[in-house]
Every structure is written in C-alpha cells, then in structure tokens.
C-alpha cells in the first residue's frame, strides 16, 4: 500500500505581540516583568551592572573568572549542598557576563521561582569564595583560553580591537580577556570585585505568569542585603574613523589558510538608525543570501563563509567583516571584500533586497521571542541600553517598514570602506607581497 501525505496548506499570518512591560520598585531595588499568560515556566535574572567594561586593565575575563566561582559554594552551603539545593528545584544557574551586564538566573515552574530566587541571591551576594576553589576556577579558564587561542582567528580579533580602540582602553582588549590576562587574576581582584559590584541591588528581570507570581516577594528575597546604587555610566564614546585604509598582518608561520577581520568603529545600541543598520548588514553580509556570501563563497569559491555585522554595546559598537580563505587567495578575497562594502555604502540595497532582509529579520524576531528565556532576554536590552519599554512590541514592525532610501542613508552613514583595518592571520611569508601589491593600504606587523 502507498500512502501518499498531502502537505498542509500554509495557515494564516498571526500578529506578533511582545508582552507588556511592567516595572515595580521593590526593597531598594527594580523589578521589570513581562506577563505570560497560561505559562507554567518561569524565569528570573537578576541584571547587575558588572561587565566586562567594569573590569580593569590587565585584568580582562575577571568577570568570568568571578561568574564560575559563583557556582563553588556560598557562605552557609559548599558547592556540593548547593547543587543539591538547586537540583532540588529541577533547576540551574545561568550566569553569563557581556560588556555591559552581569546576569545570574534561573528557570522552574512558577510555584517554585520564589524557593529559586532565594538560592540565586544566595550565591550572588554571599558567594564562598575559598581561594583555592577561585584559584581553580581561574586555572581552568585559563587553560581553555590557551586552547581558545591555539585556533585562528582570536589573535586576529585581539589585533582589530586593539587598532580600533587602543590596547590602553577597556574596549581595545578582548572581552573575556586572553590567557595573560586571566592567569593575572588573584583571588583578591575576584572578591573585590565581587564586593563592589555585586553587592548592589541591581534589576530583577522576571518573565511568566505574573498572576502565579508575587513580585514583591521575588525583589525581597532577590535585594535582601544588598547596598549601594547605580554607578554612573558614561555617554556613547564619539566614532572616531580613519580616512586610510591599513592592513594588520599576525604572522601564523604554516597555515594554509588566512583569518580575515575587517572592521572600523560604529555607533552605540540605542543609536537612533540601529533598523537600518542592521538591515544594511544583513544585505551584506548578515544572512547566507547576503552579497559577501554570494560573491566570495558561491562565485569565488574562496571560503565555506563570511559574513559581517554591527556589534554594539551601551558606549561603543564596531562594523566588522569576518571569514577565513585559503591562504593562496588572502589578497583576492579582501579585495573583494573591500569592494562589496564600498558598493554598498555607495549604492546602498534593492528593493529585492531590502525584501528579503525584512521578512528574514521580522520573522527571524517572532520566532526568538517565543519563551521565557527570551523574553527576559529582550527586559534585558531595555534597561541596559536604556530603551522604551514598547521598543519590542514595534520593532517588527519597525523591520518591515524600512524603506530602500532609509537603508541606503544608513549605509553611507555608517559604512566607511575607506577607513576599515584589515587583519589578516596568516602565513606572513606566503601572503604578504600579494598583500603589499594589492594597494589596499599601509602594511603593518601586529605588535
């Protein structure tokens, strides 16, 4: 017998809605929440202004050396009674550190996200911290750095950064450190760290149904004992562009193949064309279909991938260009490379597109903010980056409604082809003549 399936018809756009936004204020610290109707999950995640922005010099990835230990053990519990305690609740600790946040969450059914919260204070403001777990930890991080670093491409990231930014500044060094720069890390720089910025109450960021939850409840046990307020953030750093194309060569004797990184600085995240930016990256180079994809992978041949994006953060952002090419045709690629995004500043998209690159983003959209996780996610952007709080119930519509010559102004406003640094990690000896000979800028050495 053949049994023959008929595909079902495609069923009818619904709207997409971001929950409503609530803020409450609540035992000396902020709540900000999004009601999930009918949802049994929920989510909390206390947001502390504890980045890697915060972290001095030469000590870069103390953040995430300091979000491990949490997880070793608090003041009235070792690492193995808390563990118990929180599998006890069916749950984990989420803790992740970016340049601008620190965030430490957990995710249960609704009845228990009080009992979870409790656990989750518990370990931010009276972590253990016994100097030889933090010395392990830290070891252990170092140790991954190092494998981290045998690949290509950190070394080339570290080199654009630095050229971008200055090496003297926070945002010039990589954002979770290199190996140097972990295994510096004492015991004294984790719980100083600790004491100065994770003892502040911060912003619990709570996604579920809010009729099954007691906010005040949550901020009570998730501020009980903290001190202190907000430090001050400074305003978005000035984008300070080159009118000079220059190449960075980081010397990989033997590699056969070449770590490209293109870039130049860009504007913060709440900057007011962050839709048209990002749709102008995703035209060049942000989706498979994106014109450095076509050109250099399907019509070159010269990479299995490139693609290039907008990275921004509270004060800073960066355009960048990432891929890797076989080494015979470092040279050619960049060019091409090179060529793409002055077409683009220049000329900006077409309608087909623009098309294209709106359905995929808006789509892309409704699709990522589907659970708690993600919608605490999207609380998160609000506050850090200081936006309204209807910024996601518009952004879709946002997406779809940028037209060609909002996209194209965004491009030659924020796109500079003349003033990228080109990094290339590779077989200097192989590479470099063709480079010197292709005319795209200054040659230099990393340092």
Do not use: C
Not at 14 to 42: D, T
Not at 48 to 59: K, T, V, Y
Not at 304 to 331: E, H, N
């Amino acid at each position: 017998m053949t049994v023959i399936a008929q595909r079902p018809d495609a069923g009818a756009a619904r709207p997409y809605r971001f929950p409503p936004v609530i803020r409450r204020s609540v035992a000396g610290g902020e709540i900000v929440a999004a009601h999930l109707p009918g949802h049994r999950l929920a989510v909390a995640s206390l947001l502390l202004d504890a980045g890697a922005g915060r972290e001095p010099i030469g000590r870069e990835g103390l953040a995430g050396v300091l979000a491990k230990a949490l997880e070793e053990g608090t003041a009235s519990r070792d690492s193995a009674a808390y563990a118990l305690a929180l599998e006890g609740l069916g749950t984990e600790l989420f803790v992740s550190a970016d340049w601008d946040s620190f965030r430490v969450g957990v995710q249960v059914p609704a009845d228990r996200l009080g009992a979870a919260v409790e656990l989750l204070a518990e370990a931010v403001r009276t972590p253990k911290l016994d100097p030889a777990d933090v010395e392990r930890v830290r070891d252990d991080e170092v140790t991954g750095l190092r494998m981290y670093w045998a690949n290509p491409g950190p070394r080339a990231d570290a080199a654009l950064r630095a050229d971008l930014f200055g090496a003297d500044q926070r945002h010039g060094r990589p954002m979770g450190g290199d190996p140097d720069s972990v295994a510096a890390v004492t015991v004294d720089d984790v719980v100083g760290f600790h004491r100065r910025w994770l003892t502040r109450p911060g912003t619990l960021l709570v996604a579920g149904d809010l009729d099954l939850l007691d906010l005040d409840a949550l901020g009570a046990a998730a501020f009980a004992g903290a001190t202190g307020g907000p430090e001050p953030v400074g305003p978005p750093l000035p984008v300070t562009l080159r009118d000079q194309r220059r190449i960075i060569l980081v010397d990989r004797p033997g590699s056969v193949q070449s770590a490209l990184r293109l870039g130049h600085p860009a504007p913060h995240r709440a900057h007011p064309d962050y839709v048209p930016m990002s749709l102008t990256s995703t035209v060049l180079g942000g989706a498979f279909t994106s014109r450095l994809n076509h050109l250099i992978r399907e019509v070159r041949g010269y990479t299995y991938g490139i693609r290039s994006d907008f990275g921004l953060s509270r004060r800073f952002g960066r355009f960048t260009v990432s891929s890797s090419v076989q080494t015979g045709v470092t040279a050619p690629a960049l060019v091409d490379a090179v060529g793409e995004v002055a077409r683009t500043q220049a000329g900006g998209v077409t309608e087909e597109e623009l098309a294209v690159a709106r359905s995929w983003r808006a789509g892309q959209l409704s699709v990522d903010l589907q659970t708690p996780s993600a919608i605490a996610g999207a609380l998160s952007t609000l506050v850090v980056y200081g936006l309204p709080d209807d910024y996601h119930a518009t952004l879709r519509e946002q997406l779809l409604s940028a037209t060609v010559d909002e996209v194209g102004a965004a491009a030659a406003t924020h796109l500079h082809a003349e003033g990228l640094t080109l990094v290339v990690e590779g077989d200097a000896a192989q590479i470099r003549d063709e480079l010197t000979a292709s005319g795209l800028g200054e040659m230099l050495d990393a340092s």
